[in-house]
């Protein structure tokens, strides 16, 4: 170790530097920053109608519940309170990538119920976003789920 001086020290020190600074730039460039909605803006711009939406649905006094049933969700809506001219959109939303996001129309039944399945829905953390109206109020409601097939 005697023939370790400074000179070897600063060389050390700057291989280091810039080995370090070259696995920062591949991992950052192998990052996917691509925001997780491909809509963001415009949500954005729309969040006092979101914000007006989600303070009917607490305004309810039965409100729309997500029951597990085998291997479906059912979204169960209050038609005692609302009726059953029930329309809307269901959004499954993955906060990991946009590709796993899902879409439907809202289709409940006579019963007021909207069934969910499972079995293509790939793993992981989900919010579920149910945007309805019944014809005089528009109503939002948000779900947190995490799906384990």
């Known amino acids: 170790m005697k023939n370790f001086h400074w000179g070897h020290g600063i060389a050390l020190f700057y ?3 810039a080995l370090t600074m070259i696995f920062a730039v591949i991992k950052s460039t ?4 691509s925001l997780v909605t491909k809509d963001y803006y415009a949500q954005d711009i729309a969040y006092q109608q979101t914000m007006d939406r989600l ?3 607490r305004e ?3 409100g729309v519940r997500v029951d597990k049933r085998e291997d479906q969700y059912v979204l169960v809506f209050p038609i005692q309170d609302v009726g059953d001219d029930i329309t809307g959109k269901v959004q499954l939303y993955s906060p990991v990538s946009s590709d796993r996001d899902l879409n439907w129309d809202l289709m409940a039944g006579e019963d007021g119920e909207q069934r969910i399945p499972l079995e293509k829905i ?3 953390r989900y919010q579920l976003i149910v945007k309805w109206t019944d014809g005089k109020l528009q109503y939002q409601d948000e779900f947190p789920l995490y799906l384990q097939n």
């Open 60 to 62: 309810l006094v039965r």
């Open 15 to 17: 291989t280091t530097f």
């Open 122 to 124: 790939p793993n992981g």
């Open 30 to 33: 192998s990052f996917d920053n």
């Open 55 to 57: 303070s009917h649905s």
